[in-house]
C-alpha cells in the first residue's frame, strides 16, 4: 500500500509558478506510475501529467503541455509538478496518484491517492 501526501499548492498571479510536490510513503514508491490530476469546483477530475515508473518517460494533458512538467525522484519517494505560467483556468484542486499500470492517463488506472492541494490563480 502507499501514501500519498500532496503539498505546495497556494495563491498565485497569473504568469506566476508553484511547485507542487507529493512525498509517498513505503518502499515501493518505483513499482509505481505516478500522475498528477486536479478538479475544479463543478468539474470532473482530469488529467494533468504522469510519468513511468523508472526512467523520463511523461505524457502531458494538452491544456499544461509547454507549461508543467512532472518529474520524480525514486531515491526520495517523490513526484513533482513544476508548474509555469499558471492561468485561472488552472485553478483547482490537485491530487498525485500512484498506479501499478506503466502509465496511464485514466484516473480508474490508479489505485492509490492523496488528500489533495488547492491551487488558485488570480487574473
Known amino acids: 500500500q502507499v501514501q500519498l501526501v500532496e503539498s505546495g499548492g497556494g495563491l498565485v498571479q497569473a504568469g506566476g509558478s508553484l511547485r507542487l510536490s507529493c512525498a509517498a510513503s513505503?518502499?515501493?514508491?518505483?513499482?509505481?506510475?505516478m500522475g498528477w490530476f486536479r478538479q475544479a469546483p463543478g468539474k470532473e477530475r482530469e488529467f494533468v501529467a504522469a510519468?513511468?515508473?523508472?526512467?523520463?518517460?511523461?505524457y502531458y494533458a494538452d491544456s499544461v503541455k509547454g507549461r508543467f512538467i512532472i518529474s520524480r525522484d525514486n531515491a526520495e519517494n517523490t513526484v513533482y509538478l513544476q508548474m509555469n505560467d499558471l492561468k485561472p483556468e488552472d485553478t483547482a484542486v490537485y491530487y498525485c496518484?500512484?498506479?501499478?499500470?506503466?502509465?496511464?492517463?485514466?484516473?480508474?488506472?490508479?489505485?492509490?491517492w492523496g488528500q489533495g492541494t488547492q491551487v488558485t490563480v488570480s487574473s
Open positions: 496518484a500512484a498506479s501499478q499500470w506503466p502509465i496511464s492517463t485514466d484516473y480508474k488506472n490508479y489505485n492509490y
Open positions: 513505503g518502499r515501493t514508491f518505483s513499482s509505481y506510475a
Open positions: 510519468i513511468k515508473k523508472i526512467g523520463s518517460s511523461t
